[in-house]
């Protein structure tokens, strides 16, 4: 998997640095063409001579350097990350892990994580004291990152530097290189490697008035990792969500919008396109027929509107669907409900529904969590464990895949 493959390898300051000229060996033995990005800490620890040798190339640090004074230098720091396939990041201390985190850019290597275009994975392999590496602030880092589409290799337990003994090694270069590996397997593999994916997330909202509407309790969550999953596959994908505060997937193409209407007056310009559309979205099935401009004053004791049915997009898309174009619904209850999620595969002529029941606890809305049931077409049922969100979107996909091939 590395044959022929431009790896950007972002080297910070901690002792396990030392291990990273082999890493960079090894990486070349296996065909990749690695570009060193090490932090001014970095080369503390390991020299930038060797790691020039191994790779065969200059090591970039600083954004200003001399050697990049030519023509073809003066964008380096956007040229690296259209150049790379992917970047790893070894070790990753907790000071680079914060400020990855946070966005900073101001290095190399972090400039170059901010530039790395939108779908390339990125591997992290952080290492530091297990005091550290167990705090909250590190956790809470790493967690931002890994909801950004980051992969993680969890560090391993050993002699540390510090004295101790405990969790926080860096794995062994060989680990690194098959994990990096595995992470470009997962793309060049999947039937959604090349596909374009639309998805739609989040709730709808329908005024009443210029301060008031109609929504309901969706996070966007379940949506919008089906998207980060699909983009770490390889698609290419448009995420048309309602009004939510999640950051946009990497690799994913974001537009915003509020009501029904414009969630498929959006979503119709995709429909041709699209190889695959997952219908996400917790659309408020009712709008208010006149909504009213200004704020509706609070002067009776009761207050009647009067609603009307909103458009079906996922129906609208797939009554007007061409041959080879799958479509994949949801559908949400409260108990039961089995049958209703037949009935919605069926009227609306989907391949694929994935049913889950709104309990508060486990699945449903602003949770991280799901229970889902998926039912195809060919009446086949697959009962997914309680997972998270974001695992629940790999499993989703994969029996999309089936699809795809089939």
Not at 28 to 49: I, N, Y
Not at 50 to 55: A, E, F, I, Q
Not at 310 to 316: E, Q, S, V
Request: proline content about 4%.
């Amino acid at each position: 998997m590395l044959t022929g493959r431009n790896i950007l390898l972002g080297i910070s300051g901690g002792i396990a640095a030392y291990k990273t000229p082999h890493l960079v060996r090894l990486l070349k033995k296996k065909g990749a063409q690695v570009q060193v990005l090490a932090t001014a800490s970095a080369l503390k620890f390991v020299s930038e001579l060797s790691l020039s040798t191994v790779s065969e190339a200059s090591v970039f640090n600083d954004i200003f350097e001399s050697n990049h004074d030519d023509r073809s230098d003066r964008t380096l720091h956007i040229t690296l990350g259209e150049w790379a396939d992917a970047m790893l990041v070894a070790p990753a201390t907790a000071n680079t892990i914060a400020r990855l985190s946070a966005g900073f850019c101001d290095d190399m290597l972090s400039l170059s994580f901010i530039t790395l275009r939108p779908g390339k994975p990125v591997l992290l392999v952080p290492a530091m004291d297990g005091n550290m590496y167990e705090s909250a602030s590190v956790q809470r880092n790493l967690s931002v990152l890994a909801r950004q589409g980051c992969h993680i290799l969890e560090p391993e337990s050993g002699p540390l530097a510090s004295g101790q003994c405990g969790l926080g090694r860096m794995p062994e270069p060989e680990t690194i290189a098959d994990a990096l590996e595995k992470v470009l397997a997962v793309r060049s593999e999947s039937a959604l490697n090349g596909k374009t994916v639309l998805v739609t997330a989040g709730p709808t909202r329908e005024k009443i008035d210029d301060v008031r509407f109609l929504s309901n309790y969706s996070s966007g969550k379940m949506g919008f990792a089906i998207a980060n999953e699909a983009a770490r596959r390889g698609a290419v994908v448009r995420l048309v969500t309602g009004p939510v505060t999640l950051p946009t997937p990497p690799g994913v193409e974001r537009f915003d919008v509020e009501s029904a209407d414009e969630m498929l007056e959006t979503s119709r310009q995709f429909f041709d396109d699209c190889d695959l559309f997952i219908g996400a979205a917790a659309v408020a099935d009712y709008r208010p027929l006149a909504p009213v401009s200004g704020k509706v004053k609070k002067n009776e004791a009761e207050m009647h509107l009067r609603l009307i049915r909103n458009p079906d997009i996922l129906a609208t898309f797939s009554a007007g669907r061409r041959a080879g174009q799958i479509a994949v619904g949801f559908a949400l209850e409260t108990n039961g409900g089995l049958d209703y999620a037949r009935k919605k595969l069926q009227d609306k002529k989907l391949d694929l529904v994935a049913f889950n029941i709104y309990d508060r606890r486990t699945s449903g809305f602003e949770i991280d969590t799901n229970v889902l049931t998926l039912l195809n077409r060919d009446g086949q049922i697959t009962e997914l464990p309680l997972l998270s969100k974001q695992e629940a979107a790999g499993r989703l996909l994969d029996t999309v895949e089936t699809l795809l091939f089939r």
